[in-house]
């Protein structure tokens, strides 16, 4: 941990504050923000024969990952394709499916999804042996089943059930039934003396210990979830229970503690009396979709949760003058660092945290802010540095770009690229850096970054695929990513695969739907943290 050279944040801010200045009469225009006039177009073309080369592809790997997943994994949690077995590590009630079967109806693949649904129709939420985490199986198993449900009573209700008739149609009513049952299940972990719930428990517990500390991210990624259950239900329980819990973020009880930066929150927070016990934190794991879902509930509902917006946009703000920094030896770009407390920030970033760019763009698009727009796209733009600068073109877990720490052996690495390797080189199938390369496609229309969505799905494809399926690779440093570790995750299905054939996909139900899920104000659709995209809700 070191202070904050201030040299680095002057670049950064003065850039970001002149043109946010010159462009304020921009920002209540009601046509799309013209990004081009301050980010010259790249001006590639992409033909439309190509951009269905590539959906196939896409589609191809998800066959390939579904294949593998049914032959040696089904109904587990995951894939492990080397051992060829499945793996529980998501509660054990088939969190692949779960995660799967949003991008199965978006790329329209109606035989999977009907195997899809009949096992979730079968799942008991009631039992369960594993240690379950609220976080995770909220956004992974409810987003899923909640995401499937809005999708096929929605655009996709027609084409899904004109093939069984009354038997899909059913299926489809089990998925909010079956969201319901799980949510019953789950629900005694908010059960504590603050209604901050426990992050871990075990179902035939039911019992809690307040004594425990959660997580901001734990309990402050549940909102969206449980609040469209309880509108799509009318049963306001749900999302009463999230709301409660989250009031301890939005109004920090010991902010001399917990709230370092305006708006810029601890990590962990006392069950019992909701105080933050330390004041570390940033955009990265343990933080990330705190941040990420405080516009996203505004964009689901601007009516309900303008104190989240107001929220975001005072973190937003505090991220872009406290904690942008450029690497000395590559003054253009941007990286966005974590903090010990107020005094104090460390230059590190993840590849979890470069969906910081999609964010401030879906921020920007929402708001009307070109500030958060050219923010986002230097982020972009920097995670995807991580990527084209390494021999396997795929980005590091963990990175650095202090000056100070550069290891002797990356000297010459870090004068030309920016960063050095942090302590993780492995890659885990995360979607972050094409995630946000989605978001700055719908924003732009610039097919460039459809071009770097593609050298990394190539990359992908070339280093973790196996005959069975994908998966996690230990070395991103060599060309050849190193070994094949051994697990295909549940969000590769959810989320690395549904951006990377939304970004190409110019066809079908979804195309002519117009299901985009960043396009402004009046926008129809928004992603879960795991890419589950849930209808906005409409009074
Ligand atoms: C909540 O916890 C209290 C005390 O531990 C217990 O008496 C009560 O039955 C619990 N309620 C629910 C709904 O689990
Ligand atoms: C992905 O890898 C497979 C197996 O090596 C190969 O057959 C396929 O052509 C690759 N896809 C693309 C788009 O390069």
Partial sequence: MIGLPRRFRVVVLGLVFCIGVTVTYLTHDDTAVPIAKFIPPSGIKLETQELKRRTDAIREAYRHSWTGYMKYAYPTDELLPISRQGGNSMSGWGASVMDGVGTAILMEMHDVVEQQLQFIAKVDFTRNEHQISLF???IRYLGGMLSAYDLLTGPYATAFQAREGEKNH???KSLLAQS????DALKFSFNTTTGIPVPYFKLADKTVNSNDVNIIAGFGTLILEWMRLSDLTGD???GAMAQKAEDYLLVVE??????????MLGTHVRIQDGHFTDSYGGWGALGDSYYEY????????????????????QAADSTMKHLATSPSSRPDLTFVAEYANSKSISFRGSHLACFIGGNYLLGGQVLKDMRYNLFGLRLVESCRTTYASTPSLIGPETFGWD????PHNQKEFFRKNGFFYGGEID??????VIESYYYAYVVTRDNKYREWAWDAFLAINRTCRTDNGFTTITDVSRADGGRKDDKQESFWFAEVLKYLFLIFNEEGIQAKERISFVRGPNQKWVFNTEAHPMKVFRS
Avoid: C, H
């Fill in 294 to 313: 405080l516009i996203k509930m505004w964009v689901y509902d601007s009516s309900r949760f303008r104190k989240y917006k107001r929220r975001w946009i």
């Fill in 403 to 406: 000056e100070n720490l550069v």
């Fill in 136 to 138: 995770e199986t909220t």
């Fill in 236 to 238: 306001p329980q749900y």
């Fill in 180 to 183: 319901v049952s799980l949510a």
């Fill in 254 to 263: 010991n902010p001399g503690v917990g709230e370092p930066l305006p708006g």
């Fill in 427 to 432: 890659y885990r199938l995360r979607p972050e």
């Fill in 170 to 172: 059913k299926l489809v």
